[in-house]
């Protein structure tokens, strides 16, 4: 270790007791300003952890907590980017608060949620074992661009380390894709046909044509927005088999999922502690990363069924009579994948929405078109009231008018603190769609009022 | 009344929110009781838009470009020239109108024919132009304040057989320099304001749609309607984007 690494860890260590003591989060900025003093502090930090990295557009804290559950019930000493912190910064503080000042990490395996644009740097000096690629869809355009240009950097993220294992989404003809060029091992997760709901191609796809010879893909099956059965006509690239397989959906609950999976060629029945579809391929995901970095299939079932995300992601309040749940959404495809989840929601309820457009959320809030929110009108009765809040909230407002929800229903309500009190005034379930910024802020009132855990802890 | 919309390439032009604004049509002239007809015009239907009063292209990723152009050049380049020679109304965002110019030149030069069907043409700039903006459109086009978002590296720069839609208030709007925002030519409107421009600009909405039962019935009027929704969100972002 140089002694401009041991400054570093030194000034990140210091700014982190200093984040502690003024009570703040404090999980980005320590490691930003210790990685401008020492450029390849992670790479040294990280040298003797064995790594699973995640990326992809959505589902990565999700996968990220499956996976921790299962280091955790299997008794290993492992550090995981809990927060949210997944920039090159984060990522670094995460692995100097478990290092001794001397660059000495004591945990054995890290488990790395690793946003996609980050992924050219922290790939390289994560040098991860496993790698998986959740899925890949169109997001925060202003911010990450085309979502080509998304591929193009986890592409060249992973260039750096072409030993990692990866794990790809099969169903995925972008996510899949990255497997024809690269030297890395491949294992695959999916959802097969017999899982995925029968639906027609949807019109709103973010990968309508080839990703190789850009002819219109056909497919077998979807199971949604581009996932699913895709073949090219023309030069023949197609889903490739799952070694990591959801078979099929035995029993769809409010809070859970049971589901048939095949792993490695054995059918396993699974408990999954989570709602909705986009969950399942989570889950699937996470089977893969977890029996790749040799922890075995029952640890990863085990993990499935016990383990608690919280953060915004389908997280539980005790707020009012029946209870509170908060759902991140942050593009249109995750916030598909939770209207429909509301529309198997058999009892009645309200529905609060905020929408934020800060460099977190993405500036551009034109994707609010993009969701079908039409698939609320469907809802009738069952649909009591929706509040709209956040900076956003009148083009939510619009948005929802136009979607054919009657206006009256709509109420405008920005502030938090009437919002959380009028959550607890109901009698009925409330469901809570916010995206990033927007959960951050709420969550902080409704968990003042009814207790959880800050962000980083 | 009835007015036969078309949206062309639903398929590929769909980046970002573009279909909110045939969605804000429709039910604007629903409301109103008018008879309302969408006919999706993806790759490779080579139906014809004679017959359509409203035609509707929105804006598309760079991969599908290719795709885009040959199927334009398979004749729907003639088709679009045609039907905006003869009145038909166009409402066309960032990469939908860009290419109805006749070249995109991309930064390190490299020359892409268009359909010429408007007297404009776009260079790739290196920097993105991307954020809010708000632009004034000119009296031809209603006169109202549009708000909008862009995000484009193309700088799309103006002849003299076409007008500007509006002129810039905040934000970069064709280039950055000039001040102009869009384009119009006989019953075609052009922007860059992408995605979802119309439900927050219902003033826009309403000219556009007045313009497209004028050429078919001689007169039409649009009844008003309780917009305090729109301009609530109208108003609210006007005053907020500098």
């Known amino acids: 270790m140089t002694i401009r690494a041991f400054f570093a860890i030194l000034l990140c260590k210091a700014l982190q007791l200093f984040a502690r003591i003024l009570h703040r989060g404090g999980t980005a900025m320590p490691g930003r300003i210790a990685l401008k003093l020492c450029p390849n502090l992670l790479a040294i930090l990280a040298r003797n952890v064995k790594t699973v990295a995640i990326t992809g557009t959505n589902g990565k804290t999700t996968s990220a907590r499956m996976i921790e559950e299962a280091f955790r019930l299997e008794g290993k000493s492992y550090l995981a980017n809990r927060s949210g912190a997944n920039l090159l910064s984060g990522i670094t503080t995460e692995f100097v608060r478990n290092a001794t000042i001397f660059g000495k990490v004591d945990k054995e395996y890290a488990v790395i949620e690793c946003d996609e644009a980050a992924a050219v740097k922290a790939f390289g000096q994560l040098k991860p074992q496993v790698i998986v690629v959740t899925n890949l869809f169109r997001d925060q355009l202003d911010r990450y661009g085309e979502v080509t240009h ?26 899949a894709s990255l497997a024809g060029d690269l030297p890395n091992p491949v294992r695959w997760f999916g959802v097969d046909q017999g899982a995925a709901p029968s639906k027609p191609v949807p019109e709103l796809s973010d990968a309508t044509h080839c990703i190789r010879c850009k002819t219109a893909y056909t497919y077998d099956y979807v199971s949604y927005g581009h996932l699913g059965g895709f073949r090219c006509p023309k030069c023949g690239y197609c889903r490739h088999e799952a070694d990591y397989a959801v078979t099929d959906l035995v029993a769809q609950r409010m809070d859970s999922t049971e589901a048939v999976l095949r792993i490695n060629g054995k059918r396993e029945l699974a408990k999954i502690n989570l709602p909705a579809m986009y969950n399942v391929y989570n889950a699937i995901g996470a089977v893969a990363a977890i029996c790749e970095m040799g922890l075995g299939s029952q640890a990863a079932l085990r993990a499935l069924a016990q383990f608690q995300c919280g953060f915004g992601r389908m997280e539980r309040f005790d707020l009012g009579q029946a209870g509170a749940r908060m759902m991140l959404v942050k593009n249109p495809a995750g916030c598909n994948q939770v209207i429909e989840f509301l529309q198997n929601i058999t009892e009645r309820f309200s529905l609060v929405i905020c929408l934020n457009d800060r460099g977190a959320d993405g500036t551009d809030i034109s994707w609010i078109w993009d969701a079908d929110f039409e698939g609320l009108r469907g809802l009738g009765g069952n649909l009591r009231q929706v509040l709209v809040s956040g900076d956003r909230a009148p083009d939510l407002r619009i948005r929802l008018k136009y979607a054919g929800i009657d206006d009256g229903r709509i109420r405008v309500q920005r502030d938090y603190e009437a919002l959380v009190d009028w959550m607890a005034r109901q009698t009925e379930p409330v469901l809570i769609m916010p995206t990033y910024t927007a959960m951050l802020e709420l969550r902080q009132v409704m968990i003042r009022r009814c207790g959880g855990a800050e962000f980083w802890e | 009344m009835e007015l036969k919309i078309c949206h062309m390439y639903p398929d590929v032009l769909n980046l970002y929110g573009d279909r909110g604004n045939v969605m804000c049509m429709t039910q604007r002239l629903n409301w109103r009781g008018i008879e309302t007809t969408v006919r999706k015009l993806p790759i490779g239907d ?36 045609a039907a905006i020679e003869d009145g038909v109304c166009f409402l066309t965002i960032c990469g939908g109108y860009q290419m109805l110019g006749s070249y995109y030149e991309t930064y390190d030069g490299q020359r892409c024919d268009f359909i010429g069907a408007l007297d404009l043409y776009t260079v790739g700039a290196k920097e993105r132009m991307i954020g809010n903006y708000k632009f004034r459109c000119g009296p031809e086009s209603g006169g109202s304040l549009v708000v909008g978002f862009e995000n484009h590296s193309g700088k799309t720069w103006l002849g003299s057989a076409v007008q500007p839609l509006g002129t810039v208030l905040a934000g970069y709007g064709n280039n950055g320099e000039d001040g102009t925002e869009g384009a119009r030519y006989r019953n075609v409107f052009g922007t860059y304001s992408h995605g979802p421009l119309l439900p927050k600009n219902p003033a826009l909405c309403d000219h556009i749609l007045l313009t497209a039962l004028t050429r078919k019935y001689g007169r039409a009027e649009l009844a008003p309607l309780n917009d305090e929704a729109e301009n609530a969100a109208h108003d609210e972002m006007a005053e907020k984007i500098h």
Do not use: Y
């Not at chain 1, 591929?151 to 995925?172: F, H, S, T, Y």
């Not at chain 2, 139906?47 to 009063?53: K, P, Q």
């Not at chain 2, 470009?65 to 334009?72: A, G, K, N």
């Open chain 2, 46 to 81: 080579s139906a014809s838009l004679a017959g359509f009063d409203l035609v509707f292209i929105g804006g598309g990723q760079d991969f599908e470009q290719q795709v885009l152009l040959e199927d334009l050049h398979r004749g729907k380049d003639r088709e679009i020239r």
């Open chain 1, 150 to 175: 998304t591929m193009a950097n986890i592409r060249k993220g992973i260039q750096a380390v072409p030993e990692a294992l990866l794990c790809l989404n099969a169903d995925c003809s972008l996510t």
